[in-house]
């Protein structure tokens, strides 16, 4: 699997930025895919996941209601994270994984193939 994430940057209070994530899978199998972040000095904390072939998705507290996960349907190629009424704790490098099946709440060890990180910072 490989992840290729783009759309970081920076936005005010109460903006909007959008993250999208370009995923290969080769091979067969039924995969998830989420959005982390880790700020510096914390630990990477799940943000949201979607399954690739179904309609389950699932949001962190911190975040529900304000970003949404959504995938380019049919191919299942591209996974976005619309991020709404941003605020500066959102601050944070965001990381697109891939992880086999779906898992409500997600694991973080589940998720064994990652991006290389994008820089979203609130101001």
């Known amino acids: 699997v490989q992840l290729v994430e783009s759309g970081g940057g920076s936005a005010q209070d109460g903006g909007s930025l959008r993250l999208s994530c370009v995923v290969s899978?080769?091979?067969?199998?039924?995969?998830?895919a989420g959005w982390f972040r880790q700020a510096p000095g914390k630990e990477r904390e799940p943000v949201a996941t979607?399954?690739?072939?179904?309609?389950?998705?699932?949001y962190a507290d911190s975040v529900r209601g304000r970003f949404t996960i959504s995938r380019d349907d049919p191919k299942k190629k591209i996974v976005y994270l619309q991020m709404d009424n941003l605020k500066p704790e959102d601050t944070s490098i965001y990381y697109c994984?891939?992880?086999?099946?779906?898992?409500?709440?997600?694991?973080?060890?589940?998720?064994?193939?990652w991006g290389q990180g994008t820089q979203v910072t609130v101001s």
């Open positions: 994984a891939t992880a086999r099946g779906f898992r409500d709440p997600p694991r973080t060890r589940d998720f064994r193939s």
């Open positions: 899978v080769h091979g067969t199998g039924n995969y998830c």
């Open positions: 979607i399954y690739l072939h179904g309609p389950m998705t699932w």
